[in-house]
């Protein structure tokens, strides 16, 4: 695993990402991480709040075009987040809180397609009102992303994180 680790840190791309005082490097790379971030959170949260009764005069149906935009988001997100783990691949993989928010992730990403589903299922009845079940996922996915955020956050502030775990 050491031996990855070093590897990774010294890959062409984690080295220009660290090291290079290009305005396309670190700068760049980290915006690209959080426009992505901005897509899939935010027309996720569009989603969830459509969702849970605001502007109801959207019908269920066509929300569902709305998830090829939120991969891509994703995407470009996580190829961003790929190249800054690379380049402080020592650190953040010894980060606890780094640890926590890849966890968030992962549910995160299981609870959007187990909403999507749950959308395609209430737009088969012909309501544009969301059954319970659909609210709780729409729920989950604002407070998942919303901690996902803090999460990365906090990544930059290890003495804050370790204070709060004792
Ligand atoms: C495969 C997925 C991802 C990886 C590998 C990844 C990795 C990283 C890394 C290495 C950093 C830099 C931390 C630092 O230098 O202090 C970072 C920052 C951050 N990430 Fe991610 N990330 C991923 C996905 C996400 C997602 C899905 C979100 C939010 C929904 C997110 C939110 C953030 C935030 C808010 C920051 C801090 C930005 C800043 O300090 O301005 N990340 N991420």
Redesign the pocket.
């Known amino acids: 695993m050491g031996d990855f680790i070093q590897w990774l840190e010294g890959t062409a791309i984690a080295t220009f990402v660290r090291e290079s005082p290009s305005i396309f490097a670190y700068t760049s790379v980290?915006s690209l991480?959080?426009m992505g971030?901005a897509v899939?959170?935010g027309v996720g949260a569009a989603i969830s709040l459509r969702l849970l009764g605001l502007a109801r005069g959207i019908p269920l149906a066509p929300l569902l075009k709305l998830y090829p935009l939120m991969w891509i988001g994703?995407t470009v997100?996580?190829l961003s987040?790929?190249a800054?783990?690379a380049a402080?691949a020592s650190t953040?993989l010894a980060s606890v809180i780094f640890l926590i928010?890849l966890a968030l992730?992962a549910v995160a990403l299981v609870n959007m397609e187990l909403l999507r589903h749950r959308i395609v299922v209430d737009a088969a009845t012909g309501t544009d009102v969301a059954a319970p079940q659909t609210r709780g996922f729409a729920i989950a996915a604002l407070v998942l992303?919303g901690a996902?955020?803090v999460a990365?956050?906090l990544?930059?502030y290890p003495n804050f994180v370790s204070s709060l775990f004792g």
Request: no cysteine; proline share 0%; aromatic share 8%.
């Open positions: 980290l991480h959080a971030l899939v959170v994703f997100n996580a987040g790929i800054l783990l402080s953040m928010k992730i992303w996902v955020i990365g956050r990544t930059a």
